[in-house]
Nanobody, 114 residues
Framework: QVQVVESGGGLVQPGGSLRLSCVAS????????LGWYRQAPGKQRELVAR???????TYTDSVKDRFTISRDNAKNTVYLEMNSLKPEDTAVYYC????????WGQGTQVTVSS
């Protein structure tokens, strides 16, 4: 069983920045497509950003030019750099690993508020 642990969430003012990290316990980490999802209260979970094994990235429109996903296979870690944060970015952010199976972390809360 792969363990997935997110960190880096917190409370930030509008316009601020946060960097989320996700570490996974897998010896085939480089084979996974990695994603960050988020779920706001009363809403469905949505894909925020994804990075494949060739480091090709995709983003949902609302975060383009503000968020950056990256991976460090040597550290079994995927990052989400979030800049120019808005109140509507408030959500629980989840890390996802996908190959033949999917693995999820427990999530980390991001709150954007003044």
């Amino acid at each position: 069983q792969v363990q997935v642990v997110e960190s880096g969430g917190g409370l930030v003012q509008p316009g601020g920045s946060l960097r989320l990290s996700c570490v996974a316990s897998s010896n085939i980490f480089s084979a996974y497509t990695l994603g960050w999802y988020r779920q706001a209260p009363g809403k469905q979970r949505e894909l925020v950003a994804r990075i494949n094994t060739n480091s090709r990235t995709t983003y949902t429109d609302s975060v383009k030019d503000r968020f950056t996903i990256s991976r460090d296979n040597a550290k079994n870690t995927v990052y989400l750099e979030m800049n120019s944060l808005k109140p509507e970015d408030t959500a629980v952010y989840y890390c996802n690993l996908r190959l033949s199976k999917e693995y999820w972390g427990q999530g980390t809360q991001v709150t954007v508020s003044s």
